[in-house]
């Protein structure tokens, strides 16, 4: 099956502590992003990357790092540094040419 | 910067009965893309509007995009309880960086 993949869907967290992400896709996609989403603020780009070893600032980096050493692949990084790191967080890729995105199912992180 | 306001923010409905969505942009869209996002789910690509003034329609859902390529909205003909969810439009400004600005969703209820 072609698609996105995160994994967990659900983690768990101690204050203090980094946390990485992981976002997978076999669509042969270029760009991939992450997104941050908080209940009533829709989704916020944390880092965006057009193509492999390469990759952007979104508008809420401060906290957060990535990698893109491989297509398919584009973990993210939660750090102690992010403030309130407890959300939803969202995966997506995109073909180079086209701009629709299509999203993996997410993981929820909770930082106790 | 780049805003995408989208309202109402939140929307109950009795089934049957009619809804929209409105998405205003401060500045002019290359695009407008609707996605929806079911509870518990990931956004789902709904639909993409390119030209000034356009109207499209998937069965009960129509879509425009403004002449001045601004502003769309998405109208949900006798709404059905499988149309529950939150609505997102996003905008992309450039389509060198294909990155999408997203409005804040509008979540939709309906009563059966």
């Known amino acids: 099956d072609g698609g996105i993949t995160q994994s967990p869907k659900y983690l768990f967290r101690k204050e203090g502590q980094n946390v990485t992400l992981s976002c997978e896709q076999n669509?042969?996609?270029?760009?991939m992003y992450w997104y941050r989403q908080d209940p009533g603020q829709g989704l916020r780009l944390i880092y965006y990357s057009q193509i492999v070893n390469d990759f952007q600032k979104g508008d809420i980096a401060e906290g957060y790092s990535v990698s893109r050493e491989k297509k398919e692949s584009f973990p993210l990084t939660v750090t102690s540094a992010q403030k309130n790191p407890t959300a939803f967080y969202l995966c997506a890729s995109s073909n180079g040419g086209r701009v629709t995105q299509y999203f993996g199912p997410g993981t929820r992180l909770t930082v106790l | 910067g780049q805003q995408v306001m989208q309202i109402p923010q939140y929307q109950h409905v009795q089934e049957g009965e009619d809804f929209t969505t409105y998405c205003n942009s401060s500045t002019t869209l290359s695009n407008i893309q609707w996605y929806k996002q079911r509870p518990g789910g990931h956004p789902v690509f709904l639909i993409q509007l390119v030209k000034s003034g356009e109207v499209k329609k998937q069965k009960r859902l129509t879509f425009q995009f403004g002449e001045a390529k601004k502003n769309s909205s998405l109208h949900i003909t006798a709404t059905q309880t499988t149309d529950v969810g939150t609505y997102f439009c996003?905008?992309?400004?450039?389509?060198?960086?294909?990155?999408?600005?997203f409005g804040q969703g509008t979540t939709l209820q309906v009563k059966p």
């Open positions: 996003a905008g992309l400004t450039s389509s060198n960086t294909g990155k999408l600005i």
């Open positions: 669509l042969n996609h270029d760009a």
